[in-house]
Structures are given as C-alpha cells and as structure tokens.
C-alpha cells in the first residue's frame, strides 16, 4: 500500500501539491474567518464558496482536456458567457421545458467545441488563432440575445441547485420524510459541490481511461509517435475540443442558475479564459501536453477563488486586488513554464 502511494505520488507531484495547497489555504481562509467573523467552517460560508468556485472549476476542466492534446482553447470564456445567454432564455416554464433549456445549452456548448475541433484538424489551423476567431463568434452571438443583461430562471432551480441538500430535497421532496438531525453532515453539503465534483468525475474518468482519452496525452506526450502507433489523432483533438466545449457549456449553464440571469460580458468571458491557463499550470499540467489531467486544472482553479477569498478577510483595497490577482497567476504561470524550459525531450517530463 506504502509503496503505491509512493509510487503515485512521485508520478501526480503537481497534482499532489496543488491539492495540499487548496486544503491549508482554505482551512487556513475558514480559521481567519472564524477569527473575525466568528462564523468559520459554517454551512452558509461554505455554501456562498462553492457558488463562487463551480464557474471557474469547469472552465479550468474545459481548458485542461485542450491543453493535455498540446492545444490551447482561447474560446472557453466566450463559450461560457454564450451558454450562459442562451439558458436565460430557456430555463423557465414547466419541469420539461427546463429540462429541455438544459439539454439545449449544454448541446450548445458542445458543439461549438466540436466545430472548433473540426477548424484546428481538417482546417490545419493552430488551435490558439482558431480558438481566438471562434471566441469572437461566439460573443458575438452571444451578444445577439442578450444586448443587455438579463433574462429569466425558473425560482425552483436557482434556488436549490445553490443551496444546501436539505433545501434541494426540501423544494422537490416531501422535507418532512427527511431526517435532518440524523443526516445532519448530508443535508449541509453544498449542492454546487455535488454538482462539480459529480460531473467531474463521472466524465472525465470514464474519457480519461477511454482509447480516445489515452491518445489525447499520448498526442500531447508526443503526437509523431502516436500517429506511428496507429492511434486516432484527428478523432482525439475533435473530441478534446468538444468536451472542452461541454465542460465550458456546464459553467455557462451554472452561471446563469447562480444569478438568475445572462449577461453576454466580454470582460469577463476574457478574464476566465486567462484564468482558466493559470488553473491548469497550478493544477500540474504541463503547457507543453501530456501531463497532468482536468481533476488537477480543478484544484487549480480553486486554489485561484479561494485566494480572492482572503480579500474579503484582509481588507485589502479593491484597486489592489487585480494587481495581487496578476503577480499570482504571473507566478504560476512562470512556476509551471520553469521545468517545461528546462527540458530537452518531453519524455523527461515523466521522469
């Protein structure tokens, strides 16, 4: 058992690294806010924090599957803020009919992954100035419906896909067959934790193992030797594009659950494009492809909200706050480029 944790955690040290971080900085944010707020480790603190992180956790995802082929996907912040837009218009009416809206949004957001990943491999275009063109598009539809925020979500869903379990049962299911005292530690959790790590895992577990998935790091690991080995290439870059494009249709969708509304915000489509790269470095996958996996980008992307988190604890100047954001992903960035630069064969990554 020793010897295949050892083993484990000299081949995921990013991965490993990154996870220890998020856990002593958010333990550390929760004992500062006890300190000051006297309300550490509190369902509500932790429901208000898993709000915030959902959004950027499936971006960082969508960012990680691109970036593991040897692509990057400047698309995914646009993708968002259009998916976004797209289910304020569709998640209202009856139970199907919101059932509908997201099936829709997600399908959105797939595709248009998808089509990014038929440019870059019939069109032999380099994913970074496709990804680019295609991100403008998307804004621009984007813009079409809504020119200026707003939109409508069905009260129910807003409600409990940002609560707790207990009010999720409590407003589809009869509450008072519900023990609350008994399951106490269930009914507390976060339903936007439920639905990150749920969708995480069972999908990009299941693709990771898949023949497609081994042959998206076998392409980043060395994509001349994956063609020699007879692996499906194109099919492996279309289908890293189109999950980045459902991972990023997910933080659309969330997005406009958690506020009720769309907003096609260029701004902001840009500013989680830029942190989704910084996720994924911190989360110890390699720019180079190859290395790492879209659990880590996760970790990567938390560890990012739960820094801004301390703003609120220290006080620290709103001006500031863009200046401490960018010498952090600055570093990261650096951090994770250092042992790319320093390699001469990508194999040595593995080493």
Same mark, same amino acid.
């Given at each position: 058992?020793?010897? /295949?944790?050892?083993? *484990?955690?000299?081949? /995921?040290? &990013?991965? #490993? @690294?990154?996870?220890? %971080?998020?856990?002593a900085l958010y333990v550390g944010y929760h004992i500062a806010y006890e300190i000051r707020?006297?309300? &550490? =480790? $509190?369902? #509500?603190?932790l429901i208000q924090n898993s709000n915030e992180m959902v959004a950027i956790g499936f971006v960082a995802m969508a960012q990680a599957v691109v970036v593991l082929s040897g692509g990057l996907d400047l698309s995914v912040g646009a993708i968002m803020t259009l998916t976004s837009c797209v289910a304020s218009s569709l998640l209202t009416g009856s139970p199907l009919q919101?059932?509908? &809206?997201?099936? +829709?949004? %997600? #399908? @959105?957001?797939?595709? =248009? &992954?998808?089509?990014?990943?038929?440019i870059v491999v019939y069109g032999r275009i380099q994913p970074i100035i496709a990804t680019l063109a295609t991100g403008a598009i998307a804004l621009g539809i984007a813009l079409l419906i809504r020119p200026k925020p707003g939109g409508t979500v069905d009260f129910d +869903? @807003? *409600?409990?896909? @940002? /609560?707790? +379990?207990w009010d999720f049962v409590d407003t589809y299911f009869n509450a008072d067959n519900f023990d609350a005292s008994t399951w106490w530690f269930i009914a507390s959790i976060p339903v936007p934790f439920i639905l990150l790590f749920g969708i995480a895992l069972g999908v990009w577990i299941p693709f990771k193992r898949s023949i497609t998935g081994r042959t998206i790091y076998a392409i980043g690991s060395a994509e001349g030797a994956a063609f020699m080995s007879g692996l499906p290439i194109n099919r492996a870059k279309i289908a890293a594009f189109t999950m980045g494009g459902f991972f990023a249709a997910c933080a659309g969708l969330f997005l406009t659950i958690q506020t009720g509304s769309g907003n096609a915000d260029i701004p902001q489509a840009g500013s989680y494009t830029l942190l989704s790269i910084a996720a994924v +470095?911190?989360?110890?996958? $390699? %720019?180079?492809g190859g290395v790492g996996g879209a659990i880590g980008a996760l970790v990567g992307a938390l560890i990012l909200r739960v820094i801004s988190f301390y703003f609120r604890i220290l006080s620290i100047d709103p001006l500031l706050q863009p200046l401490i954001e960018g010498i952090v992903l600055l570093a990261a960035v650096s951090f994770g480029a250092v042992r790319a630069l320093r390699v001469k064969n990508k194999l040595d990554l593995f080493r």
């Open positions: 058992m020793a010897g /295949n944790f050892s083993r *484990w955690l000299s081949q /995921n040290r &990013g991965f #490993a @690294t990154a996870l220890f %971080l998020f856990l707020f006297a309300k &550490g =480790f $509190s369902s #509500a603190v919101i059932l509908f &809206g997201i099936v +829709v949004t %997600l #399908a @959105t957001g797939t595709l =248009f &992954g998808l089509m990014n990943g038929l +869903v @807003t *409600w409990s896909l @940002t /609560n707790s +379990v +470095v911190i989360g110890g996958t $390699s %720019l180079m």
